[in-house]
């Protein structure tokens, strides 16, 4: 059974999952491989979802972790963390647009947007797992 004290882990895996689901669904529509491109792009949004709920989950019980390095790698965590943070507000928006362009065969619409969204949403799913190493295992 997956305790509390799991999620961030949960949330780790998840994130991480969701950056190669991304990553292989980038790969498959370089290749005109548009029917694999669908299933792996819900995948992956099916996989962010799932982050969100556990992310929320945890931090509504445990509250912000507090981060006990100083120096440098303070510096640098909170560099990352910031970047994070605001780029991470914006995928939910940007991902659920993107979607709904794609499922009402708006392909125009969804490319143009998909040029935003896959590279933040990237950099939000691996600045994620970055974020949870250096906070739980440095």
């Known amino acids: ?4 004290r799991d999620l961030q882990t949960v949330n780790a895996v998840l994130n991480a999952t969701a950056a190669v689901f991304l990553v292989i669904g980038y790969t498959l529509i ?7 491109h669908r299933k ?16 929320v989950i945890y931090h509504l019980q445990v509250g912000s972790v507090h981060f006990p390095h100083t120096g440098l790698l303070r510096t640098i965590y909170f560099t990352i963390l910031t970047t994070h943070t605001i780029l991470a507000t914006t995928v939910p928006v940007l991902a659920i647009i993107t979607l709904n362009h794609a499922l009402k065969a708006r392909f125009d619409k969804h490319r143009k947007i998909a040029r935003w969204t896959f590279p933040i949403w990237l950099y939000v799913s691996v600045t994620g797992v970055v974020v949870y190493v250096m906070l739980y295992h440095l």
């Open 40 to 55: 792996v792009m819900l995948t992956a949004f099916g996989t962010s979802v799932a982050f969100l709920i556990c992310y």
């Open 1 to 4: 059974m997956i305790g509390l």
């Open 30 to 36: 370089r290749q005109r491989k548009i029917v694999a």
